[in-house]
T-cell receptor, first 112, second 116 residues
Framework: AQSVTQPDIHITVSEGASLELRCNYSYGATPYLFWYVQSPGQGLQLLLKYFSGDTLVQGIKGFEAEFKRSQSSFNLRKPSVHWSDAAEYFCMIKAAGNKLTFGGGTRVLVKP | GAVVSQHPSRVICKSGTSVKIECRSLDFQATTMFWYRQFPKKSLMLMATSNEGSKATYEQGVEKDKFLINHASLTLSTLTVTSAHPEDSSFYIC????????????FGNGTRLTVT
């Protein structure tokens, strides 16, 4: 069975600093990979996705993620965090049969 | 860890019938639950937000009378697809938040609905 691990439950970062959120997955092949953000009181918003091709994926709001097959990872990054980036971030994989598996989420707090 | 149970995982129904999907938080109280729908080749779309004991807040474009959401207790929210049509065939997933707004969000495993 597939699984997704986000090792960091909480991350606190200063505004303007860089951010990296880790995501590791377990699956027998390369799944489709997604990062979502959920802001307080709102539903999930897709930040970016990887299906194939260039392993560095650009998303909305200045986010990017890099797929590393050898490490089964799909880490999310942003060079300079804004206060509005405070939210909860979820890594998700879509495997065969359209099965979705979410990571446990990482809550990002932004210090002024 | 916190578990959200979604049932059934798969359901096939005939056009014109209604289908109920349950979302239960097994070991925590969920004051807020979210319902999503996945369209082919697209990401999850938020359908509605339900708060225990009050009416659900539906996203724009989601038919309230077709997708009935009930959040009658702190551990159960239901989504009923009324008078289902083939175009309602989709993957529906719920998530639940423990207690206060800053607490973690947990996802169910989803329900694959096929309307024939």
């Amino acid at each position: 069975a597939q699984s997704v691990t986000q090792p960091d439950i909480h991350i606190t970062v200063s505004e303007g600093a860089s951010l990296e959120l880790r995501c590791n997955y377990s699956y027998g092949a390369t799944p489709y990979l997604f990062w979502y953000v959920q802001s307080p009181g709102q539903g999930l918003q897709l930040l970016l996705k990887y299906f194939s091709g260039d392993t560095l994926v650009q998303g909305i709001k200045g986010f990017e993620a890099e797929f590393k097959r050898s490490q089964s990872s799909f880490n999310l990054r942003k060079p300079s965090v804004h206060w509005s980036d405070a939210a909860e971030y979820f890594c998700m994989i879509k495997a065969a049969g359209n099965k979705l598996t979410f990571g446990g989420g990482t809550r990002v707090l932004v210090k002024p | 860890g916190a578990v959200v149970s979604q049932h059934p995982s798969r359901v096939i129904c005939k056009s014109g019938t209604s289908v109920k999907i349950e979302c239960r938080s097994l070991d925590f109280q969920a004051t807020t639950m979210f319902w999503y729908r996945q369209f082919p080749k697209k990401s999850l779309m938020l359908m509605a937000t339900s708060n225990e004991g009050s009416k659900a807040t539906y996203e724009q474009g989601v038919e309230k009378d077709k997708f009935l959401i009930n959040h009658a207790s702190l551990t159960l929210s239901t989504l009923t697809v009324t008078s289902a049509h083939p175009e309602d065939s989709s993957f529906y997933i719920c998530s639940a938040r423990e207690g206060f707004a800053g607490s973690p969000l947990h996802f169910g495993n989803g329900t694959r609905l096929t309307v024939t």
